[in-house]
């Protein structure tokens, strides 16, 4: 299925860039544009996307504003949003994830995480940028910690606790597969099945629960 796109940012240059790196993918069609916040979400209740690719810092409406009344916990019908900037802040990055946008990159992420990103969040998932989730964590610590982890509905294996162990130290999907000598495709394919067992969305929740479980116990029991 051809996911279904808009972007929005007030560069004219950037929305070209973002729409020919996006038009390459086999499965991803972008259906419009937008130089504003308060445009992308009058084109979005239009013609119903299946992922918004925001900017942060645009005129009339900022894409926070137009995140929140695309996707944000009021929304009856919410559009999955993917906020995407050049502003490496912490502020953005909380603001962002509490209007409900399901992903966060920053504009030198490269063309295969921009995809992943549309992708995961066209499916219900989320991602973070490695380099924003090791920041996150380190805000979210001392509170992970402290709070008893969720058993998992299933245990993880062993090879699931190697990967989660990697993605609670920031590191990205092509890192890891380098790290543990596997596929790529395998780190995908333990990360979605980590995520359905501990019930977690994205890859800051993942890494919070592993932090957590690791604050009750030091000693994680593997099983065979």
């Not at 007030?10 to 086999?26: F, H, K, N, S, Y």
């Not at 009856?76 to 994830?97: G, R, S, W």
Request: net charge negative.
């Amino acid at each position: 299925m051809t996911v279904r796109v808009i972007v929005a940012d007030d560069q004219e240059l950037v929305r070209a860039g973002l729409r020919m790196i996006l038009d390459v993918q086999p499965d991803i069609e972008v259906v419009g544009e937008a130089a504003d916040g308060a445009e992308a979400v009058a084109l979005a209740h239009r013609l119903r996307p299946d992922v918004c690719l925001l900017d942060i810092r645009m005129p009339v409406l900022d894409g926070i504003d137009a995140t929140r009344e695309l996707a944000g916990p009021d929304v009856a019908d919410p559009i999955p949003v993917v906020v995407i900037t050049t502003f490496d802040l912490d502020e953005h990055v909380y603001a962002a994830l509490r209007a409900g946008a399901r992903g966060f990159l920053l504009k030198d992420a490269g063309p295969a995480m921009l995809a992943e990103a549309v992708h995961a969040a066209a499916r219900g998932d989320a991602l973070i940028a490695p380099s924003i989730t090791v920041r996150l964590l380190e805000a979210f610590a001392g509170s992970a910690q402290s709070a008893p982890a969720v058993n998992p509905a299933e245990p993880l294996t062993r090879r699931e606790q190697d990967v989660l162990a990697e993605v609670a130290r920031g590191l990205g999907n092509t890192e890891i597969a380098a790290e543990l000598h596997i596929s790529l495709s395998t780190v995908k394919t333990h990360i979605a099945s980590i995520m359905a067992k501990i019930g977690a969305r994205n890859r800051v929740e993942l890494a919070i629960w592993a932090l957590g479980r690791r604050g009750r116990d030091s000693q994680v029991r593997h099983p065979e």
